[in-house]
């Protein structure tokens, strides 16, 4: 089994529609963090959760916002999806514990806005 | 903030070696990263170097470190089709997130 699952893995939406993806691990790691990847642009980080009390912003959290409902999930929720959200949404974890502070990647979920 | 830099796209013979280039910015940056991410999955880590290293070998993987220049390589020698991907630096100031580059597409051709 997988050890960090994104649901859904694909979707088309419409604009102004609210969207919710999930993200659930079993590896039992403290930090998770969503990015998207668009061609040309690389990964860019949405929002990070170092535990189940901090939510931290990253670099292009406008139109965004996440829930850690647990250590082993966290969901992301455009409230109002717009065109230029279409793009690769991917979940990640690392582990505090392990100081090289490697990432661990869901499959992904590809998300069309039209 | 940090900035991690490579090119788009590099084509290489099967056979040949490939350099992939990156350049940051980050100078307290810890721990510099090569991810693989093959067609239609996420990220995987390759490999890492502590920022007090010069170089890390493994296996047909090399990677060299200039701290001086902010300049990292991933060198992959011998080629195949497999390695086919897209490659990924990223750097980290070590507890803290992690910042990735663009991406370099690689693709080997036959």
């Known amino acids: 089994d997988a050890d960090v699952t994104q649901t859904p893995r694909n979707r088309i939406t419409k604009t102004g529609k609210r969207i919710m993806l999930e993200c659930s691990q079993t590896?039992?790691?403290?930090?998770m963090y969503w990015y998207r990847q668009d061609p040309g642009l690389g990964l860019r980080l949405i929002y990070y959760?170092?535990?189940?009390?901090?939510?931290n912003k990253g670099e292009i959290s406008d139109g965004y916002s996440v829930s850690r409902q647990a250590q082993a999930k966290f969901s992301l929720s455009l409230e109002s999806a717009i065109p230029n959200q279409t793009a690769l949404y991917f979940c990640?974890?690392?582990?505090?514990?392990?100081?090289?502070?490697?990432?661990?990647f869901g499959p992904g979920t590809r998300l069309t806005v039209l | 903030g940090e900035d991690v830099e490579q090119s788009l796209f590099l084509s290489v013979r099967e056979g040949d070696s490939s350099v992939i280039n990156c350049t940051y910015t980050d100078s307290s940056s810890t721990y510099l990263y090569w991810y693989k991410q093959e067609p239609g999955a996420g990220l995987q880590l390759l490999t890492y170097?502590?920022?007090?290293?010069d170089m890390k070998q493994d296996q047909r993987l090399t990677v060299l470190l200039n701290k001086k220049d902010k300049h990292l390589s991933l060198r992959i020698a011998d080629t195949q089709t497999g390695d086919s991907a897209i490659y990924f630096c990223a750097e980290s100031g070590g507890y803290q997130k992690v910042t990735f580059g663009t991406g370099t597409k690689l693709q080997v051709i036959p």
């Open positions: 170097i502590f920022s007090n290293m």
């Open positions: 990640a974890t690392s582990d505090s514990q392990r100081g090289q502070n490697e990432q661990f």
């Open positions: 959760s170092f535990d189940v009390k901090d939510i």
């Open positions: 590896k039992g790691h403290d930090r």
